[in-house]
């Protein structure tokens, strides 16, 4: 069963940098898309970015070059490194998993319990 842990999330001021760590628990391989989500207070869930099995990304266009996603198969982590951080961009952040059909789906097969982003102006 994978499980997967965030860690990484903190307080910085506008313009500042975080490193989101998912960890990994169980075996991925090349079965799981993997994902960055994230919600604000007050608003509902939205994704980040999502990584397919050959490691090509998709980010969300408010990201505009600001984020990237990485995979550490070596270490069974992903990381999420997100610079020059908004007021906009707090919001509880997580990780989630998958299930490669073919295709990736919409729809997360595993979560994490997030970590807290916030950015002050």
């Known amino acids: 069963q994978v499980k997967l842990t965030e860690s990484g999330g903190g307080s910085v001021q506008t313009g500042g940098s975080l490193r989101l760590s998912c960890g990994v628990s169980?075996?991925?391989?090349?079965?799981?898309?993997m994902a960055w989500f994230r919600q604000a207070p007050g608003k509902e869930r939205e994704e980040v970015v999502r990584m397919d099995i050959y490691d090509a990304t998709r980010y969300a266009d408010f990201v505009a070059g600001r984020f990237t996603f990485s995979r550490a198969s070596a270490e069974n982590a992903l990381y999420l490194q997100m610079n020059d951080l908004k007021p906009e961009d707090t919001a509880i952040y997580y990780c989630?998993?998958?299930?490669?059909?073919?295709?990736?789906?919409?729809?997360?097969?595993?979560w994490g319990q997030g970590t807290q982003v916030t950015v002050s102006s």
């Open positions: 169980g075996y991925i391989g090349r079965r799981y898309c």
């Open positions: 989630a998993a998958l299930e490669y059909l073919g295709y990736c789906p919409a729809t997360p097969d595993v």
